[in-house]
């Protein structure tokens, strides 16, 4: 079998040591065949772990007649496969989570320049790379939630309020290891100085409800079940309760309100979701008509639509009413790239705050 990758319709999950056993092996083999009266392919390594993507996999390859394979890992295992895999991946394309992440693999040297007027024209100059090396294609904002019968509205109206005395033993939110959290640090030390951002993650220490634990959505659902008042989560985790048909997950979000802070300041912090050319891309063409057709109408659509996510072209959000009610926020313009540089930084300041 010379096939790397498994298709497009069907996940595939391994570790790093296997993953790059298997793929070094086969490196002297050559690349898979493509199937007769096929356009190529494109080989897709996605941290992405929404369903919604399926969509944007079907699409692509209906216009173009571009076979995708794909893997999906969590982005730090996803990281580490490349880099062992070095200049034998096969990778075309990276999709990633979190300006975070993509720092990380910036400086791992993971990617390459892309020269593309479609790319250009469409994705906004601060959601592109410095080197026009990755490319954001949709928008999350850092919100806070909150329970409307225990908290007013301009108790939450900015992030700063999240650590004073009157949310003691009100607040909810996950580790301060995952990339989200990092982020947000990440654009406080940039905005605000370390002095500041690291009395900022003390106060908010003093006044969780319970340790940090769980994932977004395990927040929103605490603050359903009474555990905690309020929690910082990306938007699109309380538009997806919302949107949801499951009667229970509507109940959560009918509990819930979300405030965007900073509106009279600097606005809500804003992270990325996109994708890069890989460093050694097998299939270059390919893969840039994949990272421009993402940044097309009809991908922008599925990315407002299936994911909740802020699309980069608004219009894209006509067919998600619950999302366009959210859209016209002011966004915090804090660099992407000091998302990215001010990680290590970002995590010694919570180690100190004591914000496991």
């Not at 040297?109 to 090396?133: E, I, R």
Request: charge should be neutral.
């Amino acid at each position: 079998m010379r096939t790397i990758l498994k298709n497009s319709r069907a996940r595939l999950f391994v570790s790093v040591a296997v993953a790059s056993t298997i793929l070094l092996t086969l490196a002297g083999c050559g690349a898979p065949e493509p199937a007769a009266g096929s356009k190529g392919e494109v080989n897709i390594y996605s941290a992405r772990h929404y369903d919604a993507d399926e969509q944007l996999y079907d699409l692509f390859e209906k216009n173009t007649g571009i076979a995708i394979n794909r893997i999906e890992m969590k982005g730090d295992l996803l990281l580490e496969r490349l880099k062992a895999e070095g200049t034998q991946s096969p990778a075309d394309v990276i999709l990633l989570v979190d300006a975070g992440n993509f720092w990380r693999a910036e400086t791992a040297g993971l990617f390459q320049s892309v020269q593309s007027a479609k790319l250009d024209a469409t994705v906004p100059a601060n959601m592109q790379g410095p080197k026009k090396d990755w490319f954001g294609f949709a928008k999350r904002a850092r919100v806070i939630a909150y329970d409307p019968v225990r908290v007013k509205a301009d108790q939450v109206a900015t992030y700063a309020q999240l650590a004073e005395p009157a949310m003691k033993g009100k607040v909810c939110v996950r580790p301060s290891s995952n990339v989200y959290n990092l982020s947000l640090m990440s654009s406080f030390i940039a905005d605000w100085g370390v002095p500041k951002a690291e009395a900022w993650a003390k106060g908010v220490v003093a006044n969780f409800a319970r340790p940090p634990e769980g994932a977004d959505t395990d927040q929103l659902k605490a603050i359903a079940e009474g555990k905690c008042a309020v929690a910082i989560v990306n938007h699109y985790y309380a538009v997806r309760l919302q949107r949801s048909e499951d009667p229970v997950e509507k109940a959560i979000a009918a509990k819930i309100a979300l405030s965007f802070p900073d509106q009279a300041g600097a606005g809500t912090h804003v992270n990325i979701s996109g994708g890069a050319l890989a460093a050694h891309a097998p299939n270059k063409a390919n893969a840039v008509a994949f990272l421009e057709f993402l940044a097309s109408p009809e991908a922008q659509k599925i990315f407002a639509k299936a994911n909740d996510e802020f699309p980069i072209l608004p219009s894209a959000m006509d067919d998600n009413s619950e999302l366009k009610a959210l859209a016209g926020f002011k966004e915090a313009q804090t660099p992407m790239a000091a998302l990215g540089t001010n990680q290590p930084e970002a995590q010694k300041v919570f180690d100190r705050a004591g914000w496991k």
